[in-house]
């Protein structure tokens, strides 16, 4: 048995919970369904998902759940959240077989310990301390945290660690250079002031984001996102409805230097602002499409980063691509079933080159009719662009660099498509031998690893972080050096399958 084990099917072989569905659920679902975790119950255990089969069969058919809202079929982004059909088919017939648990041991569970990814960062911000009062309503809070910078600095490394990852929805991070969103936070009652769309303030500039199952964001080598002196941070904090009472003091684990390094700039091309159809005015009882463009300085080669698309509660589906100047259609991002719960900053799988000249284009449709049940207005009253929840807003931002040759071949997520499943299983079956010993050092480690076996057969390795994602592969290697000096700082699992034997062993990556 290998290390790499995905689901077996056969006409024969029928669909069970620990040889088929903990796999599944453990890759896709457990970064949020953990006790702890942001979703309303765990899936952990055999029980756990048995007890809400039902309605995993149904949210995974309906694609509901694992929430991704960009569509793969238009572009893929790193890091996605999403099953393949045969996935959702062995879940189908494993809750129509009677969800049944099947012999041997289900794989081996995923640590969800909450501990920070960033170990030691060069700077922590933390928000006041907040007791949540949503009234009944998801509330969208922002709390200014003063910095004291006396010079500009470039963050390379970033780490959001919600307080109480049971009321924490996501967050988004601004800077601020202005006194406004201190104004805002002192003529509201209590720490920090609701804002729905963003910070109120037009001088907020966005600087990251965090969802669940996200971790730590690391910038590539050499690139950093500028915070100038004296700047305010603003964490903007979305709590769900269920969090009513429950109490939050968010964090920011950030990684700097002073040093200037290539300036990771953050806009959006694409804005309601500068619209070809005029102003963003969606009348009451009609659904509408708003395009919107934006062409490159000639002499600006730039490398684009990410992608982010932001509406509000009549946001039905939007795309953006770009043409360039070879009149080459590049797709970005498209989300076609838009959910303003769901959103973020979503990665390239590598840094795209966009040369000067090239023309961005983005079309998002609003429905502003009864149907939408996210209407905030019943009956439809006719909705024009602002920040406020029964406003709307069409930005669709990018993070980008000035381009230098080499920035396409950056790999920031270097698994294929459908990945096959990473669960290491153990006791399977009675013929499975005992696990190889692995001694790894040193331990912490810096930028290699060394690892001593038995013997020195060729052998597969795996490693994972803290959130049980696969952040690094190799196959039939030999030897015993592994370079790890692209792992951030942090715990990690290492799995070593040698023949039909399974290891594993932790270590800590040190800055």
């Not at 669909?15 to 369904?33: G, K, P, Q, R």
């Not at 920090?192 to 990251?208: I, K, Q, R």
Request: charged share 15%; aromatic share 10%; with cysteine.
């Amino acid at each position: 048995m290998s290390a790499f084990v995905g689901p077996i099917h056969g006409s024969a072989q029928s669909v069970t919970y620990n040889s088929d569905v903990a796999c599944i659920l453990f890759e896709h679902c457990t970064t949020c369904h953990h006790v702890g975790g942001i979703a309303p119950f765990s899936l952990m255990s055999y029980d756990d998902a048995s007890a809400a089969a039902y309605g995993v069969m149904q949210s995974v058919n309906a694609g509901t759940m694992p929430p991704w809202p960009p569509n793969p079929d238009y572009n893929h982004l790193a890091h996605e959240r999403m099953l393949t059909d045969e996935e959702i088919q062995t879940i189908t017939e494993w809750v129509n077989a009677g969800t049944p648990e099947g012999n041997g041991l289900p794989p081996v569970q995923p640590v969800y310990s909450g501990d920070e990814e960033i170990s030691s960062p060069d700077l922590v911000l933390t928000m006041p301390e907040y007791i949540v009062n949503t009234s009944g309503e998801d509330v969208f809070r922002c709390f200014v945290v003063p910095t004291s910078f006396p010079q500009d600095i470039y963050v390379t490394a970033l780490e959001v660690v919600p307080g109480n990852r049971a009321a924490v929805h996501h967050v988004m991070i601004y800077y601020d250079e202005t006194d406004l969103p201190q104004q805002f936070d002192e003529a509201e009652p209590g720490p920090g002031y609701t804002s729905f769309g963003s910070t109120n303030s037009e001088a907020s500039v966005p600087v990251a984001g965090w969802g669940p199952g996200q971790g730590k964001r690391v910038f590539p080598d050499g690139m950093g996102v500028r915070i100038p002196a004296g700047a305010s941070i603003v964490m903007q904090v979305h709590y769900p409805a269920t969090s009513n009472g429950q109490t939050d003091q968010s964090k920011i684990n950030m990684i700097y230097t002073t040093e200037p390094l290539r300036e990771i700039q953050i806009h959006s091309f694409i804005d309601h602002f500068h619209l070809n159809e005029g102003t963003l005015t969606i009348p009451a009882s009609e659904v509408r499409t708003f395009t919107g463009q934006y062409t490159l300085p000639l002499q600006q080669d730039i490398t684009l980063l990410d992608v982010n698309i932001h509406m509000h509660l009549l946001g039905n589906n939007a795309r953006t691509w770009a043409v360039l100047p070879n009149n080459e259609t590049v797709p970005l991002m498209e989300i076609d079933h838009w959910n303003f719960h769901w959103q973020g900053f979503y990665d390239f799988r590598q840094p795209i080159r966009i040369p000067g000249g090239t023309v961005f284009h983005g079309e998002a449709t609003y429905d502003n009719t009864s149907n939408n049940s996210d209407n905030p207005n019943n009956p439809p009253q006719t909705v024009s662009a602002g920040n406020d929840s029964d406003q709307e807003m069409m930005l669709i931002l990018f993070s980008y660099v000035a381009y230098e040759p080499g920035d396409e071949q950056i790999l920031v997520d270097t698994t294929t498509v459908h990945p096959e499943h990473n669960c290491m299983y153990v006791g399977v079956d009675d013929h499975l031998e005992e696990p190889p010993e692995i001694h790894l050092y040193p331990n912490p480690v810096r930028d290699r690893v060394y690892i001593q076996l038995p013997n020195a057969a060729p052998f597969d390795v795996s490693i994972l972080d803290v959130a049980g994602r696969e952040v690094l592969r190799r196959t039939n290697c030999v030897g015993n050096q592994l370079d790890v000096s692209r792992l951030g700082a942090g715990s990690y699992l290492l799995r070593i399958g040698q023949g039909e034997r399974v290891g594993t062993q932790r270590f800590f990556k040190a800055e």
